[in-house]
């Protein structure tokens, strides 16, 4: 299984079996002024560039529901 498996796997359990996290998880995870993501911000790690792997899940949810905003796009 690659990452990208898991990756979908993930995402179409979110899909299928959490109809109500994804959308709030589109809603919450949202690039600030500096384009990170702050609702991923830890005192450990500092908060990633925005798309966030848990937005990636949630866009990649919403696609596979038919729902949603749809997956950002990336250059490449
Ligand atoms: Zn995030």
Redesign the pocket.
């Known amino acids: 299984m690659t990452d990208e498996d898991a990756f979908r796997g993930i995402a179409r359990t979110l899909a299928w079996f959490c109809p109500d996290l994804w959308p709030q998880?589109q809603t919450?995870?949202v690039a600030d002024s500096t384009g990170h993501?702050?609702?991923?911000y830890s005192h450990a790690t500092s908060?990633?560039m925005?798309?966030?792997?848990?937005?990636l899940l949630a866009d990649e949810a919403g696609r596979l529901s038919g729902l949603g905003k749809g997956a950002p796009r990336r250059p490449g």
């Open positions: 998880l919450q995870h993501c702050r609702p991923c908060a990633p925005w798309p966030c792997r848990l937005r």
